[in-house]
């Protein structure tokens, strides 16, 4: 069973997202900050990683830079889901190594083909 990490601070799309993936057969964590999904990937190593970039405490772009730094979790493919539209942050996030970023409002089916086809 793949895992997968589910990062937002929307209770609604945490949930939304949560209650699919466990329909396709993912084993999910979820964490409503990047300090929280920073702790679970102390103890867990998702297959995947999907990441909103605005939250409190450690944003998304510090999340992932940290991840990035860890060995471990090299393997890991990192989409962002992000309200930040503006080119300068899309090019923001790939450049730090996001496999991915996907625009809110999103399609949940395709963001599931698009996980399904990055694993």
């Avoid at 949930?15 to 999904?37: C, H, I, P, W």
């Avoid at 702790?39 to 867990?44: C, F, M, Y």
């Avoid at 999340?63 to 990192?78: A, Y």
């Amino acid at each position: 069973m793949k895992k997968i990490l589910l990062v937002d601070d929307e209770p609604n799309i945490l949930m939304s997202l949560e209650y699919t993936f466990k329909k396709n057969n993912f084993e999910v964590y979820v964490a409503r900050d990047g300090q929280e999904a920073l702790d679970i990937l102390q103890k867990q190593q998702p297959d995947i990683i999907i990441l909103d970039i605005m939250m409190p405490l450690v944003d998304g772009y510090e999340t992932l830079r940290q991840i990035k730094k860890e060995e471990k979790l090299q393997h890991c493919k990192v989409i962002f889901l992000s309200a930040k539209n503006k080119e300068k942050d899309i090019e923001k996030g790939l450049a730090l190594g996001a496999d991915l970023y996907v625009l809110k409002p999103f399609s949940i089916k395709k963001l599931v083909e698009q996980v399904h086809e990055l694993l």
